[in-house]
């Protein structure tokens, strides 16, 4: 541990740190007579040094389930789990988590003593009737007296060892616990004293250790006694070893601490040494604990007195605290922070080492504020109070003069000179000698800034009257007329190109070469009012504002951040840097730190908010409210402490000290429809449930309070939920669907927990919106439509069938009107024809030969014979009876024949037979179909050769497998025709297509212009 760091008063500056720091009690005595014997020692005053430590007491009035808190232990997740006499609470720092008889089936008794977490992360509880429990991964368990649990007495204390065998010291007996075998072993008092217990007498074993070597120790009401090898001894008063032990603890160096009435010492190798002298009276013994760089801290109470001892280095120190109302001290701790902790029948108690040191000024009974701060050469350091200029030289703190005038600002010139601003003027305070330099300017014209520059020269600000240059003690004035952004300076500063920097109550100037280039809200300052200037090593501008945060100048952009933006306020009277990289603010509401990298991430995008930490009141300081209005508001010193003004006396942080780190996070809770749930299982959220809580914290107990938060549910939110302090999520209604709560807190903004907690959360969705029911809705749907399709095609099959029959009864219609027109045509005109021919014959030979009757006779029967052959090949068209004569392949290989001598045509044919591979009505339909193609070829084309193909092949109809199939092609070399205009135009098409499907077969045509025409049909051999 660090030997503490003496401030300039000679009192040590308190500070943040994971290891607590006492005083010690000579330290105490050597200060007291400091201040008692300082030049203004009365008038100067310290932070008392009994508040060296603050203290915080918490009671049921807090949320302790009851006021005796008999046993407190810090497990690994880092919560704080206290033993009290109303049942088990678990502190994160803000709040107490209660488990009791009436929450907590497993634990079946409220008064409990012991507590101990074993290097299994299993948390063991001890009560006052001899219960044990225990608690591990959010489970409670209960070991039953059926499971070999003797319950015969309190459980003081607990131990594990190196064999997984679990000690557990009580009222009359000692007994062990086998964590593999699950089996229990009572120490009588007769075998642990070898027989020499005396009659009627009380004997307890009350702690339990285990040294390195694996010896076992324990504390009883006869004293220490050391178990080995299976074997008892008794160590009796050994090395002027008490029998009244109080407690021991491993000695990280080898053997055990020994805790007594009379003393406390190292019992090692069979030597006990006695360290540190105890007063002896009838107090309680001292408790013993070890902190984690290995001090040994413990506290002792006497009649209205307790006393915090640490022991370190060889060195004992010690420091005393009075009316601390820890009555009865029963256990105490020192958590991984630093923080100490006692529990006793009044409450728990935190002792928090302060962080920040408080100095002051007393003048006629008042705190007065102090107004500027800085350090000279010598590491002396300067403040101004009032009319009163006081150096703070290496533990001695003095006024070194005093003035008509109020002091206002400081500053320091090559030569070591201090120059002081008043409300009239400015001074020089050389060996002792205060020289006064005013200017006639009134009263309302204080000055509030002094800088020396790179050259020596000193600039000096002030209120309502401009910026004046003070070179071979003479005043050069500049104000708004020579270009200055307002005439109110509040601070002066230079940057590293050599341009003066000029913060005033209108914005900021910089002034060089003689011009002033100015910066205002205008410019995207979020305040005029500029207090503070700081150029980093980047050569970012950073601007401090009274009511607009801070803003960063780079490259001429300018860029705030407020409170809006998660600043702590937006006054940033001073800002001073630390070592690593933080910025401290002073503000009116305490002094805030913030990451400079964290700030520009903000200002460059990359991030939505910044992150504060506070130090105020509750860190010690009599006020929050700094002392902004002069330069400089607030120094670093050469050992990196950090001094601000007050409007009360002045405030010391030593950052150095203060540590930044991660809070550990989790979700503690989770309910829904008010009903609570595990967090440490997935949550399942069933169709209607809603109002979805999720509670989460972080442990921390330095500075709980200012925990923030953020968190998102992935699968549902788009970006992180910045919430602040808030320590719960909402969600009042999730769609179906499967999500990742993640939840992460900060101390500062700079250090986030190392691990988010996690909540994995399933949504069940309704039945009707579940993939099963979708898929049968689907599936339904799909059969619906199947059913309407199948519907649909049974309704056109059916009309396609009416159709069919009407069309084929329209044909055999057509066929019977043709076959009655053609017997009419042969038998009653052809015979009436015959008649004619035969009459005229009979007449013509009757008549003269050379005779014109004659003629006209002749005329008639040629006429005759003419209509005869006509009306006969009209009946013969009608009715083709060849089908029924020579078959259907032999009538058709005739039409073409007849075709081809009776035209101009070329007619040619090659018909393979087909007879008798359709039926009678269907060999009609072929060969009407046959005839209708030959008569528009024969009638429209203007071909001069035509063909006509007929064959048996295998093809597909209606994507079917393929199948026997006689296929017809007619083919032209004419003009060929547009298809689909000569079929609405009646060209004959229409009748061949319905023909064609009526056969079951397919049809199509190809026609080109001036290319001729194909006909192609197919027909299934049924």
Known sequence: MPKP?????????????????????SMLCSLFCFWR???????????PETETYLKTVFTTENGLPQNSVTSIVQTKDNYIWLATFGGLARFDGIKFTLFTTSNTPQLINNRLIALYEDRHGVLWIGSEDGDLMNYQNGVFSLIKKSEGMPKDGRIQSFWLDHNDILWFASIGTLRSYNLQTKEFKVFTSQEILNGQLKPNELFNTFWVTEDTENTLWLTTSRGLIRYRDGKFTQLGTTGNLSTNIGSIKLNPNGGIWVASDGNVGVYKDGIYTPVIDLKNDDSNTPLLNISRNNHLFFSKSFAGKEILYEFVDGKVKTFEYSGLGTRNIRANLIDNEGNFWIGSDDGLTQLKRRTVQTFGINENGQKLGVQAIIEDSLQNIWATSAKNLIRFNHGKAEFVTKSNDFFTTLAIDRNNVIWLGKQNGIA??????????????????????????????LWIGKRNAGLQQFKDEKFNNYTTVDGLVNNSILYLTQSRSGALLIGTKGGLSQFENGKFTNYSTENGLANNQVRDIFEDADGNLWIGTYGGGISRLRDGKIVSITSKNGLAEDIASRILTDDRDNFWVMGNQGIYVVNRNLLNDFADGKTKRVYCRVYNIKDGMETSEGNGGNQPAGWKTKDGKLWFPMIYGGVIIDPQMVRFTSAPVYVEGVSLEKNEFSPRNKLEINPGQGNLEINYTAIEFTKPEQLQFRYKLEGYDSDWQDVGTRRTAYYSYLPPGTYKFVVTATNSGNFWSEKDAVLEIVVYAPFWRTWWFYSLVILGLILLIVAGYQ???????????????????????????????????????GQTLLIIKNWSLLVSKKLPVESEEKKQVEEIVGFTTSALEETRTIARNLRPSALKKFGL?????????????????????????????????????????????????????????????????????DFTNAQDVVMIEIKDDGQGFNYQAKRESGFGLENIEQRVQLLGGKYSIKSNARKGTTITITLAIK
């Open 5 to 25: 760091i003496k401030n300039k008063f000679g009192f040590s500056v308190l500070t943040v740190t994971m290891r607590p720091l006492i005083l010690t009690f």
């Open 37 to 47: 014997s300082a030049v203004c020692g009365d008038n100067i005053y310290q932070t």
């Open 428 to 457: 020089k305070f050389e060996n002792n000698k205060l020289t006064n330099y005013e200017d006639s300017f009134s009263s309302d014209r204080a000055v509030t800034s002094l800088f020396f520059d790179k050259d020596g020269t």
């Open 791 to 829: 519907i649909r095609l049974g309704q056109l099959k059916q009309k396609r069938l009416q159709q069919e029959s009407f069309a084929r009864q329209l044909i055999n219609a057509h066929e019977s009107e043709r076959s009655r027109i053609a017997g009419e045509l042969h038998d009653s005109l």
């Open 889 to 957: 392949t032999e009538t058709l290989a005739l039409t073409v024949k007849h075709l081809d001598e009776s035209s101009d045509i070329n007619f040619k044919s090659s018909i393979e037979n087909i007879d008798k591979l359709f039926s009678a009505d269907d060999e009609l339909s072929i060969y009407r179909i046959v005839q209708e193609c030959l008569n528009n070829v024969l009638k429209h084309s203007k071909a001069k050769k035509a063909t006509v193909r007929i064959e048996k092949t295998s093809a597909k109809i």
